[in-house]
C-alpha cells in the first residue's frame, strides 16, 4: 500500500496552503518564542459590520455559514462564502460586513505570541 491510500473510508480536503495573506502580503518569519493558538467561533448578524480592527499575528478564519464581505483600508475588498477559507490581513486595519439575510459563523485560527491579543481595535 502506498502512503497516500488508506484502509478507511476518510477523506480529507486541503481548504487552503498559502504563505500570504489575502492581499498577497507574505507572512515572512514567524519569531515565536511563546506559541499560543486560539480558536474563536464569532457570528456576525445579517447587517452587522464588526469595527475596524488589525491582527499582529497569524489568523485564518473559516466560514462554516453565510457571506462576508471584509474591507481594508484603502477600499480593497474580498468576499468570501460558506466553505471558503480567508487567511487575515496582519497589521492592517479592516473589518468584516454581514450584507447577506443570515448570520455569518466563523471559525477563527489564531496562532502567535502567548499574551498578544488577538485584534487591536482603531483608535
Known amino acids: 500500500m502506498s502512503g497516500t491510500e488508506s484502509q478507511n473510508s476518510s477523506k480529507r480536503e486541503v481548504l487552503l496552503k498559502t504563505v500570504s495573506t489575502w492581499d498577497n502580503e507574505k507572512f515572512g518569519s514567524l519569531n515565536i518564542q511563546k506559541p499560543e493558538a486560539t480558536v474563536l467561533k464569532i457570528i456576525i448578524e445579517p447587517g452587522e459590520a464588526l469595527p475596524a480592527h488589525r491582527h499582529d499575528l497569524v489568523n485564518i ?51 502567535g505570541e502567548q499574551g498578544t491579543p488577538l485584534s487591536v481595535p482603531r483608535e
Request: no cysteine.
Open 61 to 111: 478564519a473559516y466560514v462554516a455559514k453565510g457571506t462576508l464581505t471584509v474591507i481594508a483600508d484603502g477600499g480593497q475588498q474580498i468576499t468570501i462564502r460558506q466553505g471558503q477559507v480567508l487567511p487575515e490581513l496582519i497589521g492592517k486595519y479592516h473589518y468584516g460586513r454581514n450584507d447577506g439575510a443570515e448570520p455569518v459563523e466563523l471559525i477563527v485560527f489564531y496562532l
